[in-house]
Structure formats: C-alpha cells, structure tokens
C-alpha cells in the first residue's frame, strides 16, 4: 500500500505561481509512473504532467511551458511547479503514482487562481 500527501496548494492571482508537493510513504524509484492530475468543478479529471520512468515526460497542452514535473529520490517526492498560473488552473489537483500494476492516489490539493 503507498500512501500520497499532496500540498502547496492555495489561492494565487493570475500571473503567480505555485508549487505542489506529493510525499509519497514507500521510496518513489520503485514507481513506474508518477503524475499529476487536476478536476476543476463539474468537469472530468484531466492529465496534467506524468513522469513515464525510462521513458518520457508528459505535459497537457494548456500547462506546456508554464509547469514542470519533477521528482525528489532521496525526499520520495514528486514536484509540480505552476508558473503564470491563469484562472483555468483553478482545480483540485492529485498525485497519482503507479506500483506495477496498481494505481494509487492522494487525497488532492485546491489551487485557486483568482484576483
């Protein structure tokens, strides 16, 4: 079992940034997936950046150039910086993290960006 601590998020004006954090329980080099997701209210939750291990990074079109996913070993944590955040960005976002064949998730973290 693998459990996720997302935080970092807050409220934000347009223009700012945020960074979010992902603690997870077990060491994170034995995940072969991590990733960021977001839900904004009454739509779908939605990729926004994953960590494919060995083979690529990921970005949702309307994040590319503005946020960066990362990943700490030695702290088991995963990263996602948000910069020139707009009011769209505002969402729930979750840490999802895949250990061979299973899915886990945090519990989400509010961004909000508003003036």
């Known amino acids: 079992q693998v459990q996720l601590v997302e935080s970092g998020g807050g409220l934000v004006q347009p223009g700012g940034s945020l960074r979010l954090s992902c603690a997870a329980s077990?060491?994170?080099?034995?995940?072969?997936?991590m990733g960021w997701y977001r839900q904004a209210p009454g739509k779908q939750r939605e990729l926004v950046a994953n960590?494919?291990?060995?083979?690529?990074?990921n970005y949702a079109d309307p994040v590319k150039g503005r946020f960066t996913i990362s990943r700490d070993n030695a702290k088991n944590t995963v990263y996602l910086q948000m910069n020139s955040l707009r009011p769209e960005d505002s969402a729930v976002y979750y840490c999802?993290?895949?250990?061979?064949?299973?899915?886990?998730w945090g519990q989400g973290t509010q961004v909000t960006v508003s003036s």
């Open positions: 960590i494919i291990v060995g083979l690529s990074t």
């Open positions: 077990g060491s994170i080099s034995s995940f072969s997936n």
């Open positions: 999802k993290v895949r250990l061979r064949s299973y899915d886990f």
